[in-house]
């Protein structure tokens, strides 16, 4: 759950993190020659990657998407995907019976419409004339399937208990499906953005998780693959022409494999690659007008923040004055400014700004020094009797780091004494943040459009192994989760989300620190990219190359 890639589904993988990844573009920016021997890795790295791009057999074309992977995917598979690879390419391939689009609305995608009967009864109707890639019809009796296989004992799957409490999915007709709930589920309808599997070619698979259709999938989406992947090959995906919005306008995408990141930032300065992300630091300092003629760049906020959490079972930090303190001392925009050279936002709550359970006139308190010093006088500590606590994070991740490192120095102007402590990740999670040993960490969450506070925020999460790590406790908060989870209405849903915020912010729990930017450059022979809430590439099927 620390840090996702897809809007919809859950992970709990660091190594994926927007953070982790501005902080090794972040080092690659400042590689310098070591030796003789490092340079000559680097060069052997990039003219293997070169050498994808010599036109061989299929490869090549200039109406070709040209794209990168920095790992080849496990199982391209919706219910098995777990890692950023497998991800993406997955939402190629298959589609569910419900969508965001670009306003972050729920709109039908294979379903046609539906109906909420009662609390705990939906009703879908499908579109009709949907075909899989290999030409059979899509029916009820393929989301029935799809149900049924993810609760079986032959799949491993992290997304069943997102269907905890659907009781019974049953077929009316070959396109219409009733769906029971052993309660009403505020999530009875996002969670059918779950891709959806043919069930006359999946029936027949005896061991799903060593199937080969995780290697060569067929889905309903708009792209296809005819070949199965191999480990660190290319991936092409070719546009599916019997898509049941229209065909896509780019007929191919081809996926790289580049394993290096320097290599990468090459290849698309290079003009090789149509996309791409780029670090502040690339963007500030390392491209410049030839590459900006040849790219347009889209900023978008990302979807996670960075926060410090406090150990609320400590002594120190059980006092709300000590942990309001350090918040009125840590000035957010110093640190956006300089690790991430403005492009970013400060962070002022759990959920997604601009998002329907964000309070539309919150007004947060920012950087106050004078005002933090008077309230930790207040708490008994001054000049003689400072705060002193230690600061627990993950190595592995520079920005982070360069984090904490800023944010001591903030405090030192309070009168605040922290340590930093730098652990390897599962280290750090396993020795200090599930057994609650420690004063404050520095860690990431996603952001997502339909938010899950009981995880976090719920008393309940406060135990081993739990994701309430930092120990919060508030009866009202803990109503208000589980008065909402039994909510199907999404304007009464976010109502109480918006009190739940308000309450969290006043304890104090956390300091919630930033929210960088998401930076991605796009080749300017593309045309049709409508930036939204959700991304850029939310209408793809509509992009097209120029001619």
Request: hydrophobic share 40%; proline share 6%.
């Amino acid at each position: 759950m620390f840090f996702i890639t897809p809007v919809h589904k859950k992970g709990f993988d660091d190594k994926i993190s927007e953070k982790s990844l501005a902080a090794r573009r972040e080092k690659r920016g400042k590689m310098e020659p070591k030796s003789v021997k490092g340079w000559e890795a680097i060069v052997w790295s990039m003219l293997v990657a070169l050498a994808v791009w010599i036109p061989a057999g299929a490869g090549g074309r200039p109406t070709d998407f040209q794209r990168s992977m920095s790992s080849s995917p496990t199982r391209l598979n919706p219910l098995l995907a777990t890692d950023s690879a497998s991800a993406a390419i997955t939402d190629w391939i298959f589609d569910g019976l419900v969508k965001f689009d670009k306003n972050a609305t729920i709109v039908p995608d294979l379903a046609d419409s539906w109906s909420f009967e009662d609390n705990t009864t939906l009703i879908f109707h499908l579109k009709k004339g949907v075909v899989w890639h290999d030409g059979k019809p899509f029916t009820a009796r393929d989301v029935k399937f799809t149900y049924e296989f993810m609760n079986s004992d032959k799949v491993v799957s992290p997304y069943k208990s997102d269907f905890k409490y659907v009781k019974e999915v049953k077929i009316l007709d070959d396109f219409t499906l009733e769906v029971h709930y052993t309660q009403p589920y505020f999530k009875a309808l996002s969670i059918w953005m779950m891709g959806m599997l043919p069930a006359h070619l999946w029936v027949k698979e005896k061991d799903p998780m060593r199937s080969r259709l995780n290697k060569l999938p067929v889905g309903t989406g708009p792209y296809r693959m005819d070949k199965a992947f191999g480990i660190n090959e290319r991936i092409v995906l070719r546009a599916n022409k019997n898509y049941f919005f229209h065909a896509p306008h780019i007929r191919r995408q081809i996926y790289h494999y580049i394993g290096d990141p320097s290599t990468e930032f090459m290849m698309l300065k290079g003009g090789k690659l149509d996309i791409g992300s780029l670090s502040p630091l690339q963007l500030e300092r390392q491209v410049g007008e030839a590459f900006k003629k040849r790219f347009v760049v889209y900023e978008l906020p990302s979807q996670s923040y960075t926060y410090l959490g406090f150990n609320l079972r400590e002594g120190k930090f059980a006092d709300p004055k000590v942990r309001r303190a350090i918040a009125l001392g840590i000035d957010r925009q110093e640190i956006i400014d300089l690790l991430f050279f403005s492009h970013g936002s400060p962070c002022y709550g759990p959920f997604m700004p601009g998002s329907s359970v964000y309070p539309r006139d919150l007004k947060p308190e920012g950087y106050d020094p004078l005002a933090a010093k008077k309230l930790l006088r207040e708490a008994g500590y001054d000049e003689a009797h400072p705060l002193e606590f230690t600061l627990v994070t993950n190595t592995g991740n520079d920005i982070r780091i360069n984090a904490a490192q800023i944010i001591q120095q903030q405090l030192l102007r309070i009168g605040v004494k922290m340590k930093i402590r730098t652990m390897e990740w599962q280290a750090f999670l396993n020795t200090v943040v599930f057994p609650h040993r420690f004063d404050a960490v520095l860690l990431g969450w996603s952001l997502s459009l339909i938010p899950d506070a009981y995880p976090i925020w719920h008393s309940d999460g406060d135990k081993k192994g739990g994701f309430n790590f930092v120990g919060y406790h508030n009866p009202e908060v803990d109503r208000l989760i589980e008065e909402s989870e039994k909510l199907v209405d999404p304007e009464a849903f976010a109502e109480k989300y918006r009190k739940i915020f308000r309450l969290i912010v006043a304890d104090h729990p956390y300091v919630f620190l930033y929210i960088p930017n998401s930076i991605t450059a796009v080749s300017r022979r593309i045309e049709g990219i409508e930036p939204s809430i959700i991304g850029i590439q939310h209408n793809f099927i509509d992009w097209k190359i120029k001619d």
